[in-house]
Nanobody, 125 residues
Framework: QVQLVESGGGSVRAGGSLRLSCKAS????????MGWFRQAPGKEREDVAV????????YYADSVKGRFTISQDNAKNTVSLQMNSLKPEDTAMYYC??????????????????WGKGTLVTISS
């Protein structure tokens, strides 16, 4: 497992942008996946975006496609989430996660074994 620290949350109006960053203490040979998940009050945790650390493949939830971009800087052990055209329904606690994957698949919370404490994103209308 690795330690993850998120930053970059905040409050913006609908249509605005935010950039979240997640710094991992280290990439281990088993850290195949990194990603962002979110949980809104009263709702289940939702997969948002993941990236394969060994090749850069990316997957996004349909709700954020075209608006969010996940990227990685392996030299800095950092994964970022650029969020544009934000909507009130994007309001949630956003969590960074890392893990080995499950069956070679990253786009699932079950693929992760390390989690950050979360950063709050609030979008007002």
């Amino acid at each position: 497992q690795v330690q993850l620290v998120e930053s970059g949350g905040g409050s913006v109006r609908a249509g605005g942008s935010l950039r979240l960053s997640c710094k991992a203490s280290a990439y281990t040979p088993t850290t195949r996946c990194m990603g962002w998940f979110r949980q809104a009050p009263g709702k289940e945790r939702e997969d948002v975006a993941v990236i394969y650390t060994d090749g850069g493949r990316r997957y996004y939830a349909d709700s954020v496609k075209g608006r969010f971009t996940i990227s990685q800087d392996n030299a800095k052990n950092t994964v970022s989430l650029q969020m544009n055209s934000l909507k009130p329904e994007d309001t949630a606690m956003y969590y960074c996660a890392a893990g080995p994957g499950i069956g070679g698949y990253c786009f699932s919370s079950h693929a992760m074994d390390s989690w950050g404490k979360g950063t709050l994103v609030t979008i007002s209308s």
